[in-house]
């Protein structure tokens, strides 16, 4: 005992460091992009950085501007707004900043810092919450005015957004996503290859595939999301095969390159980010942009020079530039092409890609894919031959059929890395034709459409063709190659591919060509969820109880998203804070189901062992049953269990019984069938009478069970007492261990037959 809790002391011991290091990030907010909201008259601001401190209630500012007018006395005024609630609002005395140098505004191209301390009648602890510290992407924006001190004209105005430093965008968090697919990917290698082509774990690959593309698909739609929620879905870009880049990127210059040379004229990505070109009827931007003088901009480079840096600071405060990451002011014109739409542009930028090289950036990592899985699938079979010249394979003979099923078992991985890339080659080469920019990627598009196309149609059409009730099709037998359809699915169920395959398709019609319709696209999204969910629940295609609830319970979560997403339509216009709170709940529900199919993985692998030996500290009494499953990682005991109306891999059928004759991943092992207690005798065997019936051949459901009677006492029952009722130990009357089927009308019992003649030996 005392081992145990010291252990458990250790091990919470490192979690009582989490408070100092959440109490250790600074209380501050800082800008995140600069834009005009004014067009300038006499003041061209290039660079503007300011940041909030609230242990010390002071901001620091970093400004690089060019004044063109002379004479010109100025005054700011500073105005912040958090989810629509105004914490600040002043005016500074320009004059009494860099020791009067500003007053009036010189003609010079200058650069100066330094830092304000704020009074204390201002409030700023009581007005700005703790909560606005430490919220992810806090939707916060500071308006600096500059206005003429005699007229009251508006000289500059520029508008910042904020930040805290925190965000739900994280490297680990994409890294753990990523280390999940790769440990469910290397599980389903290695099941198909021990299991069959009826393995679990490949199935489950797809699902949480199918889970992280759904999650960087909602993304994509044109909605107003809350700066919480866009980040949150960016974790999962690499699902669409979308990483991360800037404008330095080989990949990227390439791909512009190319795009320029056939006839492409959209905007290449910004080095300021992609919410400096947002849209400014999103959030957090409400007013309309305004046209830059361009005789400004030419009077630029001719201005002399002169950095204020190096001039005293006014009050003597520290100068932290390391915080502050505002750069150079982006303009932003009605007229502007680069002015970010929301849906794809939005998301896309939001990575460092450009919007016309989303299609040609998943196009690449496609290719890549496809080289990969082509490399590991020859050293597979290189391996498997060399093994098959070796000793082993004369110890191993599932070697030798392992290499004569190579070609399905290739054919079937091929399937499978097709349907994974489905999604995002539908939905960004729709979305290229919408752009109509380059030919060339328009034309590249039209082949991955068709190469995707001729991977999965004629495979989901042999799949499917056994399951249709038509005499000429209903004897059909699927290859293992078409696993991936037929797998997941009962043989009279497989058909339910078709609606699967529909609704990612309509999706990613009504993402790409809908994307400038938001409320269309959620509305569809629902109805799409719902219609899925009604066939789920009818049909019940899958071939256990478990994977149908699996299945249903993630399409509970995609629907009830989908409606909570309709609040961040723009016809409805929400307010901001119930946006937020509204998009934390929606990547609360999805997290939660990326952990529920991160467990379901490990259950499956068997990993669950782990859990049990750290919780018992190792000892050795543990239960029973938990060396029995222990043994068993993979039946369906642990895992999911098919409903028992097809064989697994390496069954046979005899005399209407299953017997496994090898590994198999839904059947387990048939318990020992009972025998008669030694002393027991048995007198020749009577004819069945034509009443009488019998359960050989059928197998019995789990809930009938039977167990040993105690045989007649001899001093107590002659031999004319009534018979002992048992039933033999054949191969044509197994007891299964499975999960019975659905199909409650075959599963009656019926009753057993009597055998009068068994006599106690005295």
Same mark, same amino acid.
């Given at each position: 005992?005392?081992?145990?809790?010291?252990?458990?002391?250790?091990?919470?011991?490192?979690?009582?460091?989490?408070?100092?290091? +959440?109490?250790?990030?600074?209380?501050?907010?800082?800008?995140?992009?600069?834009?005009?909201?004014?067009?300038?008259?006499?003041?061209?601001?290039?660079?503007?950085?300011?940041?909030?401190?609230?242990?010390?209630?002071?901001?620091?500012?970093?400004?690089?501007?060019?004044?063109?007018?002379?004479?010109?006395?100025?005054?700011?005024?500073?105005?912040?707004?958090?989810?629509?609630?105004?914490?600040?609002?002043?005016?500074?005395?320009?004059?009494?900043?860099?020791?009067?140098?500003?007053?009036?505004?010189?003609?010079?191209?200058?650069?100066?810092?330094?830092? @304000?301390?704020?009074?204390?009648?201002?409030?700023?602890?009581?007005?700005?919450?703790?909560?606005?510290?430490?919220?992810?992407?806090?939707?916060?924006?500071?308006?600096?005015?500059?206005?003429?001190?005699?007229?009251?004209?508006?000289?500059?105005?520029?508008?910042?957004?904020?930040?805290?430093?925190?965000?739900?965008?994280?490297?680990?968090?994409?890294?753990?996503?990523?280390?999940?697919?790769?440990?469910?990917?290397?599980?389903?290698?290695?099941?198909?290859?021990?299991?069959?082509?009826?393995?679990?774990?490949?199935?489950?690959?797809?699902?949480?595939?199918?889970?992280?593309?759904?999650?960087?698909?909602?993304? @994509?739609? !044109?909605?107003?999301?809350?700066?919480?929620?866009? =980040?949150?879905?960016?974790?999962?870009?690499?699902?669409?095969?979308?990483?991360?880049?800037?404008?330095?990127?080989?990949?990227?210059?390439?791909?512009?390159?190319?795009?320029?040379?056939?006839?492409?004229?959209?905007?290449?990505?910004?080095?300021?980010?992609?919410?400096?070109?947002?849209?400014?009827? #999103?959030?957090?931007?409400?007013?309309?942009?305004?046209? #830059?003088?361009?005789?400004?901009?030419?009077?630029?480079?001719?201005?002399?020079?002169?950095?204020?840096?190096?001039?005293?600071?006014?009050?003597?405060?520290?100068?932290?530039?390391?915080?502050?990451?505002?750069?150079?002011?982006?303009?932003?014109?009605?007229?502007?092409?680069?002015?970010?739409?929301?849906?794809?542009?939005?998301?896309?930028?939001?990575?460092?890609?450009?919007?016309?090289?989303?299609?040609?950036? +998943?196009?690449?990592?496609?290719?890549?894919?496809? +080289?990969?899985?082509?490399?590991?699938?020859?050293?597979?079979?290189?391996?498997?031959?060399?093994?098959?010249?070796?000793?082993?394979?004369?110890?191993?003979?599932?070697?030798?059929?392992?290499?004569?099923?190579?070609?399905?078992?290739?054919?079937?991985?091929?399937?499978?890395?097709?349907?994974?890339?489905?999604?995002?080659?539908?939905?960004?080469?729709?979305?290229?034709?919408?752009?109509?920019?380059?030919? #060339?990627?328009?034309?590249?598009?039209?082949?991955?459409?068709?190469?995707?196309?001729?991977?999965?149609?004629?495979?989901?059409?042999?799949?499917?063709?056994?399951?249709?009730? /038509?005499?000429?099709?209903?004897?059909?037998?699927?290859?293992?190659?078409?696993?991936?359809?037929?797998?997941?699915?009962?043989?009279?169920?497989?058909?339910?591919?078709?609606?699967?395959?529909?609704?990612?398709?309509?999706?990613?019609?009504?993402? =790409?060509?809908?994307?400038?319709?938001?409320?269309?696209?959620?509305?569809?999204?629902?109805?799409?969820?719902?219609?899925?969910? #009604?066939?789920?629940?009818? /049909?019940?295609?899958?071939?256990?109880?478990?994977?149908?609830?699996?299945?249903?319970?993630?399409?509970?979560?995609?629907?009830?998203?989908?409606? /909570?997403?309709?609040?961040?339509?723009?016809?409805?216009?929400?307010?901001?804070?119930?946006?937020?709170?509204?998009?934390?709940?929606?990547?609360?529900?999805?997290?939660?189901?990326?952990?529920?199919?991160?467990?379901?993985?490990?259950?499956?692998?068997?990993?669950?062992?782990?859990?049990?030996?750290?919780?018992?500290?190792?000892?050795?009494?543990?239960?029973?049953?938990?060396?029995?499953?222990?043994?068993?990682?993979?039946?369906?005991?642990?895992?999911?269990?098919?409903? !028992?109306?097809?064989?697994?891999?390496?069954?046979?059928?005899?005399?209407?019984?299953?017997?496994?004759?090898?590994?198999?991943?839904?059947?387990?092992?048939?318990?020992?069938?009972?025998?008669?207690?030694?002393?027991?005798?048995?007198?020749?065997?009577?004819?069945?009478?034509?009443?009488?019936?019998?359960?050989?051949?059928?197998?019995?459901?789990?809930?009938?069970?039977?167990?040993?009677?105690?045989?007649?006492?001899?001093?107590?029952?002659?031999?004319?007492?009534?018979?002992?009722?048992?039933?033999?130990?054949?191969?044509? =009357?197994?007891?299964?261990?499975?999960?019975?089927?659905?199909?409650?009308?075959?599963?009656?019992?019926?009753?057993?037959?009597?055998?009068?003649?068994?006599?106690?030996?005295?």
């Amino acid at each position: 005992m005392f081992f145990s809790v010291a252990r458990l002391r250790r091990a919470i011991a490192p979690l009582l460091l989490v408070p100092a290091l +959440v109490s250790a990030h600074d209380k501050v907010l800082f800008t995140s992009s600069v834009t005009y909201c004014a067009p300038p008259e006499s003041l061209l601001i290039e660079q503007f950085d300011i940041a909030y401190y609230a242990n010390n209630q002071s901001i620091v500012f970093n400004i690089s501007a060019a004044s063109v007018d002379p004479n010109t006395n100025v005054v700011a005024n500073l105005f912040l707004n958090v989810y629509g609630m105004q914490p600040l609002n002043i005016s500074i005395d320009i004059c009494s900043l860099f020791g009067g140098a500003l007053c009036p505004l010189p003609i010079y191209d200058f650069k100066g810092s330094d830092s @304000l301390s704020l009074p204390k009648d201002l409030g700023m602890q009581i007005q700005i919450l703790d909560i606005a510290y430490f919220i992810p992407d806090i939707e916060a924006y500071a308006q600096l005015t500059l206005a003429d001190v005699k007229s009251g004209e508006i000289k500059a105005c520029v508008q910042t957004t904020l930040s805290n430093g925190w965000s739900t965008h994280q490297y680990g968090v994409e890294w753990a996503t990523a280390s999940i697919a790769l440990l469910a990917l290397a599980f389903a290698i290695w099941q198909s290859v021990a299991n069959g082509p009826l393995a679990i774990a490949p199935i489950r690959l797809i699902d949480i595939m199918s889970l992280f593309q759904t999650i960087a698909l909602t993304g @994509l739609l !044109g909605l107003n999301f809350p700066s919480l929620y866009r =980040s949150f879905t960016l974790n999962f870009s690499w699902a669409l095969g979308l990483f991360a880049a800037d404008t330095s990127s080989s990949i990227q210059q390439s791909i512009n390159r190319m795009r320029h040379m056939t006839g492409g004229g959209l905007s290449n990505a910004s080095d300021d980010g992609a919410i400096s070109f947002v849209n400014r009827k #999103l959030s957090p931007y409400n007013s309309a942009s305004f046209v #830059l003088p361009q005789s400004l901009l030419a009077s630029l480079p001719s201005l002399p020079k002169v950095d204020f840096a190096s001039l005293p600071s006014g009050n003597g405060s520290v100068f932290s530039p390391q915080i502050l990451v505002g750069g150079d002011v982006a303009t932003v014109t009605d007229g502007s092409t680069n002015v970010l739409q929301a849906g794809i542009p939005i998301y896309t930028n939001s990575i460092g890609i450009a919007t016309a090289n989303a299609f040609m950036t +998943v196009f690449i990592f496609a290719l890549i894919l496809v +080289v990969i899985t082509g490399g590991v699938l020859a050293l597979m079979y290189a391996v498997t031959v060399a093994l098959c010249r070796s000793d082993m394979a004369r110890r191993h003979p599932r070697i030798v059929e392992f290499r004569d099923q190579f070609p399905s078992f290739a054919r079937g991985w091929g399937l499978r890395m097709a349907l994974v890339s489905a999604s995002p080659i539908l939905v960004f080469a729709f979305y290229q034709w919408t752009l109509k920019d380059s030919w #060339l990627s328009i034309f590249l598009s039209v082949i991955m459409l068709i190469a995707l196309m001729a991977a999965i149609l004629p495979a989901a059409f042999f799949a499917v063709r056994s399951s249709i009730p /038509l005499r000429r099709w209903s004897d059909a037998d699927s290859s293992s190659s078409v696993a991936p359809f037929t797998a997941p699915y009962r043989t009279n169920r497989v058909y339910y591919v078709i609606p699967v395959l529909l609704v990612m398709t309509i999706k990613a019609l009504i993402t =790409s060509f809908a994307h400038a319709h938001g409320m269309v696209q959620a509305i569809f999204f629902v109805i799409l969820e719902f219609l899925l969910f #009604l066939t789920l629940v009818i /049909l019940k295609p899958f071939r256990a109880r478990g994977a149908d609830v699996l299945s249903g319970y993630l399409c509970i979560t995609r629907l009830v998203c989908s409606g /909570l997403m309709l609040a961040f339509t723009e016809t409805l216009a929400v307010k901001p804070i119930p946006r937020v709170a509204i998009g934390a709940i929606i990547a609360v529900i999805f997290s939660v189901a990326v952990v529920v199919m991160f467990v379901n993985i490990l259950v499956n692998m068997g990993l669950w062992r782990l859990a049990i030996y750290a919780l018992t500290c190792g000892r050795k009494g543990r239960r029973s049953s938990h060396k029995e499953l222990a043994s068993h990682p993979s039946e369906p005991s642990i895992g999911e269990k098919a409903s !028992g109306v097809e064989l697994g891999h390496g069954d046979e059928k005899k005399d209407n019984a299953i017997i496994t004759t090898g590994p198999s991943q839904y059947f387990g092992r048939r318990p020992d069938n009972p025998s008669p207690p030694s002393t027991a005798s048995f007198s020749p065997r009577t004819p069945l009478s034509s009443t009488s019936s019998t359960t050989l051949g059928e197998t019995l459901p789990h809930r009938w069970s039977f167990q040993h009677s105690r045989p007649p006492s001899v001093t107590t029952e002659g031999l004319h007492s009534p018979a002992y009722t048992y039933r033999t130990s054949t191969a044509s =009357s197994p007891i299964s261990g499975q999960r019975h089927s659905r199909n409650i009308s075959s599963s009656m019992p019926t009753p057993l037959e009597e055998h009068p003649g068994y006599v106690h030996a005295h």
